[in-house]
C-alpha cells in the first residue's frame, strides 16, 4: 500500500468512526439497535420488540431510550440462552447488572415487570384454577439482593388442591413454601421452579418421595409434579400416586361393568391411543396397538354402513355423534353404541377426536328377545280370544244352562254357571241332573282340569257319557265314576267330579266323589259338609276305587253341590272362601223362604277372577209355587 492509499484508509476509517458516534447519539437509532438486538436473542420479529419497548417504557414512566439504553449496556457482550418470551430475556439481563426498576414489596418478594394486562395475576390465576380440576398451585418466587430465588409465595390454589393428609391448603395462600411445607426446600421440585424461571420451559419430576406431616406422624407419599411458566411465576400441578392407583382402577372398573371403552385420536400428529376396554370390546391384542379407521370400518355390517354415513355427515357439521352398530368378530355380531366428540380449530375443522365405545349387544340381544316376546304373546292373546269365543260356543251347546228352576220325581232343582272374570279362563266345569228309568233320579256335578277348548271338549265327552252310561248301564254313583276314571285315564286328562243318586221314595241319598269337594247340606240355620267316602282324582289312577255314602234327605233341607271356583280365590285360603258360602244357607234355611233356591242362588252370584264356577242347588219337592234363579223378578 502505498502513503496516498494509507492516508485515504485512514481518512475513511475515521469517517466510519464518526458516523457510528453519530448513531450511538441519535435516540431513534438507538432504539432500533435494541430492538434488533433483542429480537435476535428472543427469536421474534423486530415490531414485535420495538412495541414491547414502548409499553416497557410507559408501564415505568420512562424515555423509551432510556429503556433502550438499559437493555443494550445490559446484552451487549452477552451470550445468554434462548428464552421464550421478551420478558424472561430482560428482566434476566437487567437483574444481572442490578438495573431492575420494581421496589420491593414488603414481604421481599420481588416482581418482574409483568406483561401487558396481567398486573394483578394471581387474582386471575385464582379464577381459572377454580374453572378446571386437578390438584394445582402459583406460585411467586422470592428474591434475595443478588437477585437468587430464596423462597416462592402460594399466590392461587385449585380447590381441589390437598396436602398428602387431606387437609385442605386453600388458606396458604399468601404464605411461603419454607413455613407451609418447608420439606420441598432443595429437592427436585425446588430446582425445577427455579429452572423454569429460568428459561420457561415445563419440566414434569418425578415419580418421588415425598415424607411430610407432623412430627408425630411423618407419612410419605409417591408423588409427580408437572412445573410449567404462568406470568412472572409458576405453576404446578401434583398428582399422589395412591390417589392416580385409585383412580385409574376406578376408571377400570368403570370400563368392565359398563363394557366400556374410550379412545382419543390427534389429527395432527396421527397419534391415537386405545383404553384396555376399548381393546376388549374389539377383542384385539394391545400389542398389535388400536385399529386404524379403514380396519374399523371393514368391520361394519354393510347394512350398517348408511347409519355410518350418516354419523359422519353429522360429525363433519360440528355435532356429536351417538349412534349403534353391528360389528362382525371372529363370526359373531356385537352391537356397540359409539359416542365421539372433537376440539376443532377456529375453522371448526376438528384436530383431535375423543370417543366413548359400549358394547351393547347384550341389551340389543335383550331387546329383540322382548320384540319377539311381545309378537308372540299378541298373538297367544289373538288365539285366546279365538279360542275363547269357540270355548263359550261350545260350552253352550253342551252344557245349556236352564235359566229357571226345574223339578224332578221328589227335588226341585236349580243351576247357575258363573263364567270366570277372565275372558281367557274358559273352563271344563259341568253338571248333570235327569230322571233315570228306574225311578231315581242322578245328579252330578264336575270339573275338568285346565281351560280353553280342550276342558270343553273333554267337559263334553263326560257329560254324554254319564247320561248314557245312566241308560245303559248303571245309576250307582261308585260304578258311575270308576267308568268316568278309565276314560280321562286313556285321554291322558284330569278331573273332579261328585255324583249322587237320590231315590224319591226313601229319600235317601247315595253320593261318591272323585277328587271333589263335599256337598253341603243345611237345615234350619245349621249347614254341614257330608262326609265324604273314599275316591281318587279322576283319570290319576287306572285302577282306582270309589266308595259312597247315604244321607237322608229331609222336607226342608237344602243340598248344594258346587265346584271349587266358588270357594277357592287368590287372596284367601278354601276356610276363609267356604265361611261366607256356609253363612248364606244358614240365613236361607232359617228364614222359611218360600223359595230358598232363588233366594240361594241370588245371593251366590259373585264370579272367581280365575276359574269357572257352576252351582246345582237342590231342595225336596213341595207343593211351593215355582222358583226363578233371580226372585220374583225372573
Known amino acids: 500500500m502505498s502513503v496516498g492509499q494509507h492516508s485515504d484508509y485512514r481518512q475513511r476509517l475515521a469517517a466510519l468512526d464518526q458516523a457510528v458516534a453519530r448513531a450511538q447519539l441519535d435516540p431513534a437509532a438507538q432504539v432500533q439497535r435494541a430492538a434488533g438486538l433483542l429480537a435476535g436473542r428472543v427469536g421474534c420479529r423486530v415490531d414485535e420488540a420495538h412495541t414491547y419497548l414502548l409499553d416497557r417504557a410507559a408501564q415505568q414512566g420512562r424515555p423509551v431510550v432510556a429503556v433502550a439504553s438499559d437493555i443494550l449496556a445490559a446484552l451487549q457482550g452477552r451470550q445468554l440462552p434462548g428464552s421464550p418470551s421478551l420478558e424472561n430475556e430482560v428482566d434476566r439481563a437487567l437483574r444481572a447488572r442490578g438495573q431492575g426498576h420494581e421496589p420491593a414489596s414488603g414481604h421481599g418478594v420481588r416482581t418482574p415487570v409483568p406483561l401487558r394486562g396481567a398486573d394483578d395475576w394471581g387474582p386471575l390465576v385464582q379464577q381459572v384454577l377454580d374453572a378446571i380440576p386437578g390438584s394445582h398451585m402459583a406460585l411467586a418466587p422470592v428474591f434475595d439482593d443478588s437477585t437468587e430465588i430464596t423462597d416462592w409465595v402460594i399466590v392461587a390454589v385449585s380447590r381441589e388442591t390437598a396436602d398428602f393428609s387431606g387437609h385442605d391448603v386453600a388458606g396458604a395462600v399468601g404464605r411461603r413454601i419454607t413455613q407451609v411445607y418447608p420439606a420441598t426446600v432443595d429437592t427436585p421440585v425446588w430446582q425445577a421452579w427455579r429452572d423454569v424461571v429460568a428459561d420457561g420451559r415445563a419440566r414434569q419430576i418425578g415419580p418421588f418421595p415425598y415424607v411430610g406431616g407432623s412430627d408425630r406422624s411423618p407419612a410419605e407419599v409417591l408423588m409427580t409434579a408437572w412445573v410449567s411458566q404462568v406470568g412472572p411465576g409458576v405453576l404446578s400441578r401434583w398428582v399422589r400416586h395412591d390417589e392416580q392407583t385409585r383412580q385409574a382402577e376406578r ?61 359422519m355427515e353429522s360429525f363433519g357439521r360440528g355435532e356429536t355423534v351417538d349412534l349403534t352398530t353391528r360389528i ?84 226341585r232343582v236349580a243351576v247357575r254357571y258363573l263364567p270366570a272374570e277372565e275372558a281367557s279362563r274358559v273352563g271344563g266345569d259341568w253338571f248333570h241332573a235327569a230322571h233315570a228309568d228306574d225311578g231315581s233320579v242322578v245328579l252330578a256335578i264336575g270339573d275338568v282340569a285346565g281351560h280353553g277348548i280342550h276342558a270343553a271338549t273333554v267337559m263334553a265327552q263326560l257329560r254324554h257319557m254319564l247320561a248314557g252310561l245312566t241308560v245303559t248301564t248303571t245309576t250307582e254313583p261308585a260304578q258311575l265314576l270308576w267308568h268316568l276314571n278309565r276314560l280321562l285315564y286313556s285321554c291322558e286328562t ?101 223359595q230358598p233356591l232363588a233366594d240361594l242362588l241370588a245371593r251366590l252370584r259373585r264370579a272367581n277372577p280365575d276359574d269357572d264356577t257352576c252351582i246345582l242347588a237342590v231342595r225336596h219337592q213341595t207343593s211351593a209355587p215355582p222358583e226363578s234363579p233371580e226372585g220374583n223378578d225372573a
Request: some cysteine; hydrophobic content about 40%; proline content about 6%.
Open 494 to 594: 284330569t278331573a273332579t267330579a261328585a255324583v249322587a243318586r237320590f231315590d224319591p221314595q226313601s229319600r235317601r241319598l247315595t253320593w261318591a266323589q272323585g277328587g271333589h269337594p263335599a256337598p253341603l247340606q243345611a237345615r234350619a240355620g245349621t249347614t254341614r259338609e257330608l262326609a265324604r267316602p273314599r275316591g281318587h282324582l279322576l283319570g290319576a289312577c287306572r285302577t282306582a276305587r270309589y266308595d259312597t255314602a247315604t244321607v237322608d234327605v229331609h222336607p226342608a233341607d237344602l243340598l248344594l253341590f258346587y265346584t271349587d271356583g266358588l270357594i277357592e280365590h287368590r287372596r284367601h285360603t278354601l276356610a276363609e272362601g267356604l265361611a261366607p258360602v256356609v253363612a248364606t244357607l244358614n240365613d236361607i234355611s232359617a228364614s222359611g223362604s218360600q
Open 328 to 411: 362382525r368378530l371372529g363370526g359373531r355380531i356385537k352391537h356397540v353404541r359409539s359416542v365421539a366428540d372433537a376440539v376443532r380449530d377456529v375453522q371448526g375443522r376438528p384436530v383431535k377426536v375423543y370417543g366413548i365405545v359400549q358394547d351393547v349387544t347384550a341389551q340389543q340381544t335383550a331387546r329383540a328377545q322382548l320384540a319377539e316376546a311381545e309378537q308372540l304373546l299378541q298373538q297367544h292373546q289373538h288365539n285366546l280370544a279365538a279360542e275363547h269365543e269357540l270355548a263359550t260356543q261350545l260350552r253352550q251347546i253342551v252344557l245349556p244352562v236352564p235359566a229357571e228352576p226345574f223339578d224332578l220325581p221328589g227335588l
Open 251 to 311: 376408571i377400570a372398573q368403570t370400563e368392565r361393568l359398563g363394557q366400556l371403552g374410550w379412545g382419543e385420536a390427534d389429527l395432527v400428529t396421527g397419534q391415537i391411543v386405545w383404553s384396555d376396554g376399548l381393546y376388549r370390546i374389539y377383542e384385539r391384542d394391545p400389542g398389535l396397538g388400536p385399529l386404524s379407521s379403514d380396519e374399523q370400518n371393514a368391520l361394519t355390517l354393510p347394512e350398517d354402513e348408511p347409519i355410518r354415513r350418516h354419523a
